[in-house]
């Protein structure tokens, strides 16, 4: 089992950053690839972002590449979503999610989420 707890989400003014971490329980995060999803209110969960096992590899949502950048620290078991240039829309819950294949949708574990508000 792995468990996923997801911190850094606040509240922020249209044009500012945020730093979203995912630290993981369990010995095997680095044989994961990690996701970031969000699901804003009244609306399905979306796919944001994700990054391989060993970070050799990410993908972005069309809505936020070249905005947010996913990262990992495999030594701290730990997932990072830099969030910058934060537009009113970004505003939902982000979940970070963990799984054995590269999937935008299909992933075996998942943390309980964190708001993130932005303001115009």
């Known amino acids: 089992q792995v468990q996923l707890v997801e911190s850094g989400g606040g509240f922020v003014q249209a044009g500012g950053s945020l730093r979203l971490s995912c630290t993981a329980s369990?010995?095997?995060?680095?044989?994961?690839?990690m996701g970031w999803f969000r699901q804003a209110l009244g609306k399905e969960r979306e796919f944001v972002a994700i990054?391989?096992?060993?970070?050799?590899?990410?993908y972005y949502a069309d809505s936020v590449h070249g905005r947010f950048t996913i990262s990992r620290d495999n030594a701290k078991n730990t997932v990072y979503l830099e969030m910058n240039s934060l537009k009113p829309e970004d505003t939902a819950v982000y979940y970070c999610?963990?799984?054995?294949?590269?999937?935008?949708?299909?992933?075996?574990?998942w943390g309980q989420g964190t708001q993130v508000t932005v303001s115009s």
């Open positions: 369990g010995r095997a995060f680095s044989n994961y690839a």
């Open positions: 999610a963990g799984g054995s294949r590269w999937s935008t949708k299909e992933y075996d574990y």
């Open positions: 990054i391989s096992w060993n970070a050799g590899a990410t």
